[in-house]
């Protein structure tokens, strides 16, 4: 029996829109993951203002993932003690725990979070809990130059090289681990975009479900109806 692969898919999730969960779907696809686990973060450290309290966040996000037995929402990345921050080394560290020892971890994340990854906390440490999956998220190149690979970690080899996927396997100081792109993800849909438009209007990029509920709990600025 081979290893059993999982997804994890962190984020603010503030509200989750189809975007999210088409990256989460394409990884499966692509990976061939039994599991996506979709965290909300309590407090992400490099976002700053009002996110929507964690507990609403947990909620929308369990309606958006209801289409797809493969996805579940995953508490591991709730808000820590005193307002420390979110960090998804810990957090990996922390899933490492709670799975099987022989499951294979895929950390999911977007291009414009990926261009980003040199500012995380312990970036290459990541690599030493999991491989990384980027989407691709329309305004945010992909090639090679525009990477922002965290020091210490480098490209070793091309390994797949598919147009739906494409595989590096990285070097980092604890080993190696692999990095995957999935190039033709073409969501144009963005969180801020949408709380504010959800203020004026429902928006067809959330699920129904998710947008009933930011009605009922009055999410956003917009008032029940
Ligand atoms: P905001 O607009 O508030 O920054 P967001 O839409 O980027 O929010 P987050 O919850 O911050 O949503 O994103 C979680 C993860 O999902 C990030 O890794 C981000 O890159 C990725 N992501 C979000 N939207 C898309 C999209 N449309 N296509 C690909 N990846 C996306």
């Known amino acids: 029996m081979r290893d059993m692969r999982i997804g994890f898919f962190g984020g603010s999730f503030d509200p ?11 990884a499966a696809d692509r990976l061939g993951l039994e599991r996506v686990l979709l965290a909300p973060v309590g407090r992400q450290p490099l976002k700053h203002g009002d996110v929507a309290p964690f507990a609403d966040r947990v909620a929308m996000l369990r309606l958006a993932v209801e289409t797809d037995p493969r996805l579940e929402v995953s508490l591991v990345d709730a808000p820590m003690p005193e307002g420390q921050p979110n960090y998804t080394v810990d957090t990996l560290r922390r899933l490492r725990l709670e799975l099987p020892p ?3 971890l895929y950390c999911i994340i977007g291009a414009d979070s990926f261009l980003t990854l040199n500012k995380w906390h312990d970036a290459s440490g990541l690599f030493a809990e999991s491989d990384l999956v980027v989407g691709a998220r329309p305004g945010f190149a992909l090639d090679e130059a525009a990477w922002a690979l965290p ?3 480098t490209v070793e080899s091309k390994v797949e090289d598919r147009p739906e996927c494409r595989g590096y396997r990285l070097r980092h100081p604890q080993g190696s681990a692999m990095l995957y792109f999935l190039p033709d993800l073409a ?6 975009e949408i709380r504010l438009e959800l203020q004026a209007r429902a928006d067809e ?11 009922e709990h009055e999410l956003y600025g917009g008032g029940a109806v």
Do not use: F, K, M, N
């Open 16 to 26: 989750p829109h189809l975007g999210h969960i088409a990256l989460a779907r394409l």
């Open 102 to 104: 022989a499951s294979r």
């Open 151 to 153: 020091s210490g970690v």
């Open 187 to 192: 969501e144009e849909v963005s969180a801020t």
């Open 205 to 215: 990029r959330v699920d129904p479900a998710v947008t009933a509920y930011i009605r």
